[in-house]
């Protein structure tokens, strides 16, 4: 059964800083990986799509790679700003048994002024 | 103009009462979804639908219905509301290179 994680929970750094996110998977039977930025009160928002093919993508200041051997994929945020303070998770398409997405449980990103 | 909508986007409601959320999508995908989000945030499938057809049923009490009169639109019936069904339900659909794109989300509230 395909579980995902995501280390740490919570984070707080201040502006300008870059950073890095991790989702780790048991299962590394998947079709894709995605990330989505998620704002309160609001619905998720793709980031990136990385497909079980890829190594790595890369829109704007963010970089998101996948190694799909150790089960693991990291999100980098370069010159974080406190827009992009949000909470940001992962999910893997299974491709074991039903096709669908799991998600993980998510990492509140705050950025300080 | 937005790509999946949801309404309504707050419901509040007594136990025992029926709602229903409507979805949707103009991006004109095959695959739309319904996902539940609890108090800790967690997202958990609950319905997928391929071109009007139940794909997924994801052990959700049979409570709920999703409805899918055609692809553009996915409903979700809710009978018999229980104080844990209060959570945000979220509608997605998917592209074919399995993008997701999310609704803005209906919060119930079940007094």
């Known amino acids: 059964k395909q579980e995902v994680t995501q280390i740490p929970a919570a984070l707080s750094v201040p502006e300008g800083e870059n950073l890095v996110l991790n989702c780790s998977f048991t299962?590394?039977?998947?079709?894709?990986l995605q990330w989505f930025r998620q704002d309160p009160g609001k619905g998720l928002t793709s980031l990136l799509l990385?497909?079980?093919?890829?190594r790595e993508q890369t829109s704007g200041r963010l970089n998101a790679s996948l190694d799909k051997s150790s089960g693991r994929s990291t999100l980098y945020i370069a010159a974080s700003q406190p827009g992009d303070s949000a909470t940001y998770l992962c999910?893997?398409?299974?491709?074991?048994?039903?096709?669908?997405?799991?998600f993980g449980t998510g990492t509140r990103l705050k950025v300080l002024a | 103009d937005t790509a999946v909508s949801q309404t309504p986007k707050y419901l509040v409601t007594q136990m025992g009462n029926d709602k229903s959320i409507k979805c949707e999508q103009n991006?004109?995908?095959?695959?739309m979804y319904w996902y539940k989000q609890d108090s800790k945030k967690f997202l958990k499938i609950m319905f997928s639908?391929?071109?009007?057809?139940?794909?997924i049923n994801e052990t959700v009490p049979n409570r709920f219905s999703p409805k899918s009169p055609d692809k553009a639109h996915l409903n979700l019936h809710i009978n018999s509301l229980e104080l844990g069904d209060s959570a945000v339900y979220f509608c997605?659909?998917?592209?074919?290179?399995?993008?997701?794109?999310f609704g803005e989300g209906s919060r119930l509230t079940v007094l």
């Open positions: 999910a893997v398409a299974v491709a074991s048994g039903t096709y669908k997405y799991i």
């Open positions: 299962d590394s039977a998947i079709y894709n």
């Open positions: 990385i497909q079980s093919s890829q």
């Open positions: 991006l004109g995908h095959d695959t």
């Open positions: 639908y391929n071109n009007k057809e139940l794909i």
């Open positions: 997605a659909s998917e592209g074919v290179t399995g993008e997701l794109f």
